[in-house]
């Protein structure tokens, strides 16, 4: 039979447009959130931090924004390039069940960008 | 290279056999990971080491045991494995846990058969 599991949500984008991947957190007292880039082959890597006292900051060629009235997080890539195309996480610090503070992860994006 | 080295990038091993997975770090972090990334799922947090203690198991199964001899380095044994641990096992450090993002390696992709 055919089998159930979790689809990764997916962004198509023209090359040189303008992405937008976002994200839903559900912990109000994450104070610390991270979007990570991987690539096939690779490990996630940091593309971009930003603390819960802030709403916007920016990198090269990406913002992150967030909203922590709805606890959205969104990350923004300028002019995208064939280079982009990678799935996206984002992560937030928050205290788990033992008390410890983690990192806690998304199930991604896959952002695929068009040449 | 993200100072986050992990050996073999590449591994198959039968449910009979016991190996080894190696991450070495550089970077000064006094904190690593082993988390265990499945197709169709979220990144899974296995073990946390802060300071070479370990501080959390999630409900990980026995066959997988970790050790850490010293802040660079990190390893996890594995034995008598089934086929749905298959997955990329990835080692990740911080500076001491909960103070900041992760440095990810590129992985060990696991194939037990």
């Known amino acids: 039979g055919e089998s159930v599991g979790l689809h990764l949500p997916t962004l198509s984008v023209q090359e040189g447009d303008n992405s937008i991947i976002n994200c839903a957190y559900s912990n109000s007292a994450s104070d610390y959130f991270i979007w990570y880039k991987q690539e096939s082959g690779k490990g996630p890597q940091f593309i971009i931090d930003?603390?819960?006292?802030?709403d916007k900051r920016q990198g090269q060629r990406v913002t992150v924004l967030l909203n922590k009235t709805v606890k959205h997080l969104s990350l923004q890539i300028a002019a995208t390039q064939p280079g982009d195309s990678a799935v996206y996480f984002c992560a937030e610090n928050s205290l788990d069940q033992t008390g410890a503070n983690n990192l806690f992860f998304g199930t991604g994006t896959r952002l695929t960008v068009i040449p | 290279e993200t100072g986050v080295t992990q050996t073999p990038r590449h591994l198959v091993m039968g449910m009979t056999n016991k190996k080894s997975l190696k991450c070495e770090q550089h970077?000064?972090?006094?904190?690593m990971y082993w988390y265990k990334q499945s197709a169709k799922k979220p990144l899974e947090l296995m073990f946390v080491?802060?300071?070479?203690?370990?501080?959390e198991n999630n409900s990980v199964p026995s066959r997988f045991s970790p050790e850490c001899p010293n802040s660079s380095h990190l390893f996890l044994h594995l034995h008598t494995l089934q086929p749905e641990d298959s997955a990329l096992y990835l080692c990740a450090s911080s500076q001491p846990q909960g103070t900041g993002g992760y440095t990810f390696g590129s992985g060990t992709r696991l194939t037990v058969v």
């Open positions: 080491y802060n300071f070479k203690e370990q501080t």
């Open positions: 930003i603390r819960s006292n802030m």
């Open positions: 970077l000064g972090h006094n904190a």
